[in-house]
């Protein structure tokens, strides 16, 4: 999308897009259209690729929505929390705008597209990670890497299971998980194993002891 619309990735954003008046997106009495009119060449057609829209409030709520799910994608993987609750508010703008100047089917995908990004923000990997090493400073680093790597296998978004489970193993120092076969245990297995053998100052005496069934 950034490639074929170079223009728009500068420092002014997609300020450009609404500096000139377009009196086709002047607000009026007039209900708003089911779908954005989309303008194509006649070369165009048989690519099936689309030109911009007609309007420049819709063309320009397209181009913010791309800009805030690339932003939330990518601070979801670097664990960025502050550039996630920047995304969700610039959703949530949209969203009110959306109301007003689109269709309901765009105001019900953003909207879907804020929840998604709040659940995946509050289910992330990395704010466990980074609790669990509050006391450890000197490996915080080596830990958001792990927790990059598991990003990187598709399991950085923390089940329900594995959420209850990292809450326990964080303020706890012993608890049982019991959950089905393909739930995410081994990965709260293995937190805490590093927690008891890296993270927790050990005290003179018996060792501690991890029992995985």
Same mark, same amino acid.
Request: proline letters at 5%; a negative charge; aromatic letters at 6%.
């Given at each position: ?76 993987? &670097? ?65 958001? &890497? ?68």
């Amino acid at each position: 999308f950034w490639r074929d619309n170079p223009a728009l990735t500068g420092r002014d954003g997609s300020g450009s897009l609404l500096a000139a008046e377009d009196e086709a997106d002047i607000e009026s009495d007039e209900p708003a259209e089911d779908g954005v009119e989309v303008a194509r060449a006649p070369d165009d057609r048989d690519e099936g690729v689309p030109a911009p829209p007609a309007s420049k409030i819709g063309w320009y709520v397209v181009v913010e929505l791309v800009r805030a799910v690339g932003l939330i994608g990518d601070s979801l993987r &670097r664990g960025n929390s502050s550039r996630i609750e920047q995304a969700v508010n610039k959703l949530s703008g949209l969203s009110t705008l959306a109301t007003r100047l689109a269709s309901d089917e765009l105001w019900i995908l953003i909207n879907l597209i804020e929840a998604t990004a709040k659940r995946y923000s509050d289910n992330s990997l990395h704010g466990r990670v980074s609790r669990l090493t509050a006391n450890v400073p000197g490996l915080q680093a080596r830990m958001w &890497r792990f927790a990059r790597e598991q990003y990187a296998r598709g399991r950085g978004v923390l089940w329900t299971s594995q959420v209850q489970g990292l809450e326990r193993l964080i303020t706890s120092n012993s608890f049982a998980l019991c959950t089905p076969t393909g739930s995410g245990k081994t990965l709260v297995a293995n937190l805490a194993l590093v927690k008891e053998l890296l993270l927790v100052h050990t005290q003179p005496g018996a060792a501690p002891l991890a029992l995985y069934l």
